[in-house]
């Protein structure tokens, strides 16, 4: 962490000309894209950058470190800041979509542990740029703070949702469509209507006619959330308690 914030020099060349802790990042990331988070350890990488384990450990002290790394180099500088006289809302929903479209990106990232709160310097922008969002909502720093980990769980859950299901289709051979479709004609085969009549209300409505956009459950989700939200600035400014 240090080392990512400038607190502690980098080290200089390595025992293989050209090595840095940035090309070794950069192969960290490389892995986890083409071949899974699994695939991902401090033999893998080096093997990937042609040097022997023991020569990345100059650079990075365990694999724990190696991941932090990688994580925070895919996060791309935050959105821009909300614009004078924008809403709290439109700037928060615009940073959700953003971060959503990196880990959508990288959804290898989603499925490295949380060990604790942001530290890293991208994570750090990322979360000033959330506050920045909720300046002016009223909010007290413990609500804005419930606020912006409510905003990331909704996220992360929908990128693994849609990598594990994304894994599921390619698995079978099939496409969303095709798993929806199935979905349907299974359940009305198997469940019985006066059993379950409130599914086959669902399958007569032709709700699993087709699947939805890649977009879609998260658009509603988000919506949900920031109604909620909205809800909850609105009780601070009549001075209720808001967290």
Request: some cysteine.
């Amino acid at each position: 962490i240090e080392m990512a914030w400038g607190l502690r020099e980098r080290p200089g060349k390595g025992p293989r000309r050209g090595l840095s802790l940035d090309r070794i990042v950069e192969a960290g990331v490389r892995v986890a894209t083409e071949e899974g988070l699994p695939a991902v350890s401090m033999s893998r990488v080096a093997s990937e950058l042609g040097v022997s384990t023991m020569a990345l450990y100059r650079y990075v002290s365990s694999k724990d470190d190696l991941l932090l790394l990688m994580v925070d180099s895919i996060s791309a500088e935050p959105p821009p800041l909300p614009s004078p006289g924008e809403g709290w809302r439109p700037a928060l929903e615009r940073w959700a979509w953003s971060i959503r479209a990196i880990f959508l990106r990288n959804s290898w990232s989603v499925r490295v542990p949380i060990s604790g709160p942001p530290a890293m310097p991208n994570e750090v922008a990322w979360m000033e740029a959330a506050l920045r969002c909720l300046r002016d909502t009223g909010l007290d720093g413990g609500a804005k703070i419930s606020v912006l980990l409510l905003l990331s769980a909704v996220v992360r859950n929908d990128v693994l949702l849609n990598a594990d299901l994304e894994a599921a289709y390619q698995a079978s051979g099939t496409t969303a469509q095709q798993a929806v479709q199935g979905y349907g004609q299974m359940l009305a085969r198997l469940a019985d209507p006066l059993r379950f009549p409130e599914i086959h209300e669902l399958i007569k409505d032709g709700v699993f006619d087709g699947a939805d956009g890649p977009d879609d459950e998260f658009a509603f989700a988000l919506e949900r959330v920031l109604d909620g939200i909205e809800v909850l600035v609105a009780r601070a400014g009549r001075g209720e308690v808001s967290s």
